[in-house]
């Protein structure tokens, strides 16, 4: 079992930035893969990053050049960090481990408005 928890969502204004953490407790060993993905009101669930065990990064198209995953493996933990926000970036970010079943965390909220 891996649990996850998700911290740093907020509200902010278009052009900041925001950095979203995922600590990942638990049988950690079995992950081979961590993403990002987000669901924005009236939209599907959708992949915003994912970061391998090794390094290897992946980034929805929409999100390249301003959103950069990474992970610190001595904490077991995820960054997102998000730069110039757009208010379509709003949505429910959620951060998912990949095992031989996916585990997701509870979610944290990102508003971007003026």
């Known amino acids: 079992q891996v649990q996850l928890v998700e911290s740093g969502g907020g509200l902010v204004q278009p052009g900041e930035s925001l950095r979203l953490s995922c600590a990942a407790s638990?049988?950690?060993?079995?992950?081979?893969?961590m993403g990002w993905y987000r669901q924005g009101p009236g939209k599907p669930r959708e992949l915003v990053a994912i970061i391998t065990s090794s390094g290897l990064t992946n980034y929805a198209d929409s999100m390249k050049g301003r959103f950069t995953i990474s992970r610190d493996n001595a904490k077991n933990t995820v960054y997102l960090q998000m730069n110039r926000l757009k208010p379509e970036d709003t949505a429910v970010y959620y951060c998912?481990?990949?095992?031989?079943?996916?585990?997701w965390g509870q979610g944290t909220q990102v508003t971007v408005s003026s």
């Open positions: 638990g049988t950690v060993s079995t992950i081979y893969s």
């Open positions: 998912s481990a990949h095992t031989s079943r996916d585990y």
